[in-house]
């Protein structure tokens, strides 16, 4: 017995469900009683959409408690109800039976074994618009039977073929003071072929005790009617945002929309609408995520996470969010709530661990995991509460991102060093050229004018011209510049050997010295210099 209560302790909530019930299964003689008892509970969406001739899967999760045991068989019963009455059984999965009208039409299609009672209707038509509701009957060795089921089932809304259907999610869970957004969209029949459908009005309503919404929240002709935190989002612009939700904006949000298609409009609106959960943060669930992660050393970030204890969810839901007060999803099961800077970007890895890929514009911010859960109401039978729990957020570093900015300011040090070195070569070579130039043209001219001072002067006043002709190049205009003036006074250094030089030619091989001659005191005063 205590290898069994210690079996029951180890089992995690979110260990595979399979095992649970083996051991219910295989236990049921000796009555294992598993901790505390949950309740029953079977969970559906309150609205779906179809276009007549589609198919349609309406989900049902459901739980039990733990002391429940011995079960032999598990049927999904399908009721369908006009209004909010479950109806009349349609279907039993254990006899694989339908009544008329559904013939053919309905199967199960999830594992009942695994607390999936999903099940797909065929080829809809306008009078299955109904509630359908999913029944769960265990059957009990020696006990006979155990069932329950959802009490409001799922609102069938089925669309004719010159309809749009409107989608959004079933419920979504947040905290206060988040920045929630509700996505919306349209699509027409498959058998429609519209070239242009555009969206010229949308309108949001809203409800706090129906899944049926009535009040008028916000119409894209006239703005937010109620609260200046909302307004339109999403990439077709049919989205709804608000900005800071509190525990007042907790109810049902409806869309509807006016699409023109082909010249055509068509109106539609949403029967059940999303379901926004606004919480405090749960203690219930342990959250735990480091400190802190090095980018992109580590790219992962993990989170762990457990569940409260004696508990099976119906449903758990992982998010990474980021920033303080918090921006946005890093990571979300829908792609289109993802904040831009990180769409596409980051995927969950494991159980619920954010993989990150690198960012533009990454700077050190802070990941947070959430973990969202439904669970059987412990207080009110058959009732679903959603919790949700968030861990302390993990600071993401960014220093190898920094020494990549090292190396590239680096890189860039170098280059522009090489090219100030390569053109202070180009600059000697040619200022090296000119002046040899300059000096061939002084040794020829010189025969000719005497050695004159004057001559000189008129020689630089022409270099000076050639200077002024390259002015392009300052590192060459000046030292050109520089060579006048010491022409003017020969006691200057900078000047002095070049002067020297001239003089020195032309007294050495005055009047008879050929231009080669010339060059070649040139070269070796250089050397001296
Ligand atoms: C499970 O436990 C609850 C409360 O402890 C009890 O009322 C219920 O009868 C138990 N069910 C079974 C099948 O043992
Ligand atoms: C399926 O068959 C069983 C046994 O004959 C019957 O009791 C039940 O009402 C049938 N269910 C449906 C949905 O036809
Ligand atoms: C229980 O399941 C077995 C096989 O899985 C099936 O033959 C039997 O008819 C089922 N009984 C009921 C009452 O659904
Ligand atoms: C239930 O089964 C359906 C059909 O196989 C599947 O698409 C769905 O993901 C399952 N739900 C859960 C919660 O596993
Ligand atoms: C769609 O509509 C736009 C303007 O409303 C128009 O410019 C475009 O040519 C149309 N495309 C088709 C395929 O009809
Ligand atoms: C969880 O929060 C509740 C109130 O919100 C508090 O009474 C309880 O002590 C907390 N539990 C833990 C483990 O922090
Ligand atoms: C989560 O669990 C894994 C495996 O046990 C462990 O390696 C990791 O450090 C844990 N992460 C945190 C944040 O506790
Ligand atoms: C990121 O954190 C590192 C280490 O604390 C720090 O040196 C760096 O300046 C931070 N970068 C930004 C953009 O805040
Ligand atoms: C859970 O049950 C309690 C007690 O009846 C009730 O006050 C609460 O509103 C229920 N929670 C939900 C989410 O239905």
């Known amino acids: 017995m205590s290898g069994l209560l210690l079996l029951c302790s180890v089992l995690s909530l979110w260990a595979s469900v399979i095992i649970n019930y083996l051991t219910s299964k295989s236990f049921s003689i000796e009555g294992a009683v598993c901790g505390a008892p949950g309740q029953f509970c079977a969970d559906q969406p309150s609205g779906l959409e179809a276009f007549a001739g589609d198919s349609v899967t309406f989900p049902c999760s459901f739980v039990f408690p733990r002391n429940v045991t011995g079960i032999t068989n598990v049927t999904i019963i399908f009721q369908a109800g006009e209004g909010n009455y479950c109806g009349a059984r349609i279907y039993n999965s254990g006899y694989g039976n339908t009544t008329q009208g559904y013939q053919g039409r309905v199967s199960l299609v999830g594992d009942p074994w695994t607390r999936n009672g999903t099940i797909t209707l065929t080829n809809v038509r306008a009078r299955d618009i109904k509630s359908y509701c999913c029944r769960v009957q265990l059957l009990i060795t020696n006990k ?51 070239q242009n459908m555009s969206l010229s009005s949308v309108q949001w309503r809203f409800s706090t005790q129906y899944p049926g919404c009535d009040t008028d929240i916000y119409n894209s002709a006239m703005g937010a009617v109620g609260s200046e935190r909302m307004s339109l989002a999403g990439e077709d612009g049919a989205a709804i945002q608000i900005k800071h939700v509190g525990l007042s904006d907790s109810g049902w949000y409806c869309c509807g929309a006016q699409v023109t298609g082909d010249g055509q409009v068509y109106r539609t609106e949403r029967m059940r609408g999303t379901k926004l959960i606004i919480t405090g943060k749960t203690n219930k669930t342990k959250i735990e995520q480091p400190k802190e992660v090095t980018f992109p050393d580590s790219p992962t970030i993990s989170c762990n996470y457990t569940l409260p204890e004696n508990e099976d969810p119906l449903w758990v839901g992982i998010y990474w969010m980021f920033g303080d007060p918090r921006e946005g999803f890093a990571y979300h099961p829908d792609p289109e709530l993802i904040h831009p800077r990180y ?11 954010l993989y990150l890929e690198e960012v533009n514009g990454m700077d050190n911010s802070s990941f947070y995991c959430r973990v969202a859960m439904r669970l059987c109401n412990s207080t009110l039978l058959n009732t679903v509460e959603t919790l949700l729990g968030e861990g302390t957020g993990t600071l993401l570093r960014l220093n190898a991102d920094q020494s990549d900015q090292t190396k590239i300011i680096a890189a860039s040090v170098g280059s522009v060093i090489v090219l100030i070195l390569l053109i ?55 030292s050109v510049g520089e060579t006048p003036r010491a022409s003017s006074d020969p006691s200057n250094s900078g000047g002095h050997l070049l002067y020297s030089t001239l003089d020195h030619s032309r007294s050495s091989s005055n009047h008879k010295c050929s231009p080669v001659s010339g060059q070649e005191v040139f070269y070796a005063d250089v050397k001296r210099y």
């Open 144 to 194: 006979g039977t155990e069932q329950w089921q959802n009490g409001r089932g799922t609102w069938l809304t089925v669309r004719g073929e010159n309809d749009i259907t409107m989608h959004q999610p079933p419920f979504i869970p947040a905290l206060v003071g988040d920045t929630v957004t509700i996505p919306c969209h349209f699509s027409i029949s498959a058998k429609k072929k519209i």
């Open 343 to 353: 769409r596409g970007k980051t995927r969950l890895v494991g159980q619920s661990d």
């Open 424 to 478: 202070l070569i180009i600059l000697f070579l040619i200022k090296r050229k000119g002046t040899r130039k300059q000096l061939q043209q002084s040794e020829q001219k010189d025969p000719v004018h005497g050695g004159n001072g004057k001559t000189v002067t008129t020689e630089y006043d022409d270099l000076e011209l050639v200077g002024r002709e390259q002015k392009t190049d300052i590192n060459y205009y000046e």
